[in-house]
């Protein structure tokens, strides 16, 4: 009986081994990023807002609503720019991206878009005021990020919207 158990656990080890060594998704899924856009609002005792704090260097709470209004499920492509003495994350959203982010940013002018990514790390980037309405699917920011984070963010949301358009997500 001793000897079956021992014969099972190297079976076990094995099998743990070439699912490790075999596994191609695993790597794939590490190198994709999300994007999430919370708008501002009141908090209130519902449950449906969360207080959330934006930057690093110097942070400050925001009230947001839990469920997004816009995620990558809504981005049509990711651009890292150049600007003044840095870089933006430009999204430029899809069809249903645009029309969401054109009612919102008419509806809450004023307010601010708390935005969100996971990357692996889960990290709240910006919140830049909606100080216009925004019709053409673009959304332009400075984020909470080294730029080799900011590449990265872009890289894994290209890699995920491709995904996605295979319907593999």
């Not at 999300?34 to 709470?61: A, K, Q």
């Not at 709240?124 to 990265?152: C, H």
Request: hydrophobic share 40%; proline share 4%; charged share 20%.
């Amino acid at each position: 009986m001793k000897i079956g158990s021992s014969l099972f656990n190297i079976y076990l080890l094995i099998c743990l081994a070439l699912a490790g060594t075999g596994c191609q998704t695993g790597k794939k899924d590490k190198e994709l990023s999300t994007i999430r856009f919370h708008i501002e609002t009141n908090p209130d005792t519902s449950g449906r807002t969360t207080l959330v704090t934006i930057g690093r260097t110097e942070p400050f709470p925001i009230s947001v609503e839990k469920a997004p209004f816009l995620s990558e499920a809504h981005v049509q492509q990711a651009s890292l720019l150049d600007a003044l003495g840095g870089y933006q994350i430009m999204i430029q959203f899809d069809r249903q991206g645009t029309w969401l982010l054109e009612q919102y940013s008419t509806a809450a002018k004023g307010k601010r878009v708390a935005i969100a990514s996971s990357f692996p790390e889960n990290r709240w980037l910006a919140a830049p005021r909606l100080a216009n309405r925004i019709s053409d699917g673009v959304l332009v920011f400075t984020p909470d990020a080294t730029r080799e984070e900011s590449e990265r963010i872009v890289r894994g949301l290209n890699l995920l919207v491709k995904e996605i358009a295979k319907g593999n997500r």
